[in-house]
């Protein structure tokens, strides 16, 4: 049953920078006044502002939903900032630094809200979406608005692309259309002219170039053309995503 539609038993925000295609997102119980942030910028002041427009939420966890390869992650910081156990990531991440491991299937509660968190690797191992009160998913860079997350950033492109088909056909295409669909990047990917900021699980079964690949021969085409250029530096900041290299910009 889902629990969509004006009428939310809970806070959810969208938090965008105007000069940046990520977005980050905000879940809060009405319940309990208490918070989750999901994949904050490293501008944490700014997160932290506009999480509490709308709020007074007390901020009790953070979740990267992947090793980002693109930007460099704030969970670390606001983790600290807050005195937090860690940041909630996907258990084999990799990283050095203080995290929640969590694994396929794991549900973390707030208030009477359910945050369940799906393993989709393929745009990079770790990455996780999460399912929000059974109605609204935070898709990261697995499923982006009439695309998806490019797979060529990691070690094995070939590897990646047949593990981001498995991940769209057996896991969110299973899930109901009327779901709603968040995703970490606006006007990513193949479509940089993208506005919209959301769009549903229907939506996207229908009309995303991405999702209608017949095999996984088909997709690996598809995911290796016409798309730009690697983001720049993107192994450094991988390496300081993971804590191997220091970061201390608070
Ligand atoms: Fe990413």
Redesign the pocket.
């Known amino acids: 049953m889902h629990n969509g539609g004006n009428k939310l038993t809970f806070i959810f925000k969208q938090i965008k920078r105007p000069d940046s295609g990520c977005v980050t997102y905000m879940i809060g119980s009405k319940e309990t006044g208490e918070c989750i942030i999901v994949d904050p910028l490293l501008d944490i002041d700014f997160v932290v502002d506009e999480a509490k427009i709308e709020s007074s939420c007390k901020i009790i966890g953070v979740i990267d939903t992947?090793t980002?390869?693109?930007h460099i992650s704030g969970a670390r910081n606001l983790a600290k900032r807050f005195k937090l156990p860690g940041v909630y990531m996907y258990a084999d991440s990799g990283s050095k630094f203080k995290t929640i491991p969590v694994t396929d299937g794991h549900i973390l509660r707030l208030g009477n809200i359910e945050l369940r968190f799906i393993h989709t690797p393929g745009?990079?191992n770790d990455h996780m979406c999460i399912l929000v009160d059974n109605s609204k998913l935070l898709t990261?860079?697995t499923m982006l608005i009439g695309d998806v997350?490019r797979i060529d950033l990691g070690l094995d492109p070939r590897e990646n692309s047949d593990r981001l088909y498995e991940s769209l056909h057996n896991k969110l295409l299973r899930l109901d259309d009327d779901v709603e669909i968040f995703p970490?990047h606006i006007g990513a990917a193949h479509h940089l002219g993208e506005k919209n900021t959301t769009s549903t699980i229907g939506k996207e079964r229908t009309n995303s170039p991405a999702l209608t690949p017949k095999n996984k021969d088909e997709f690996f085409k598809y995911m290796t053309e016409d798309w730009p250029p690697k983001p720049p530096d993107y192994q450094n900041i991988i390496r300081l995503n993971r804590g191997e290299t220091s970061i201390e910009i608070i």
Request: proline residues 0%; without cysteine; aromatic residues 0%.
């Open positions: 992947h980002h390869a693109d745009h990079t990261g860079d997350g970490l």
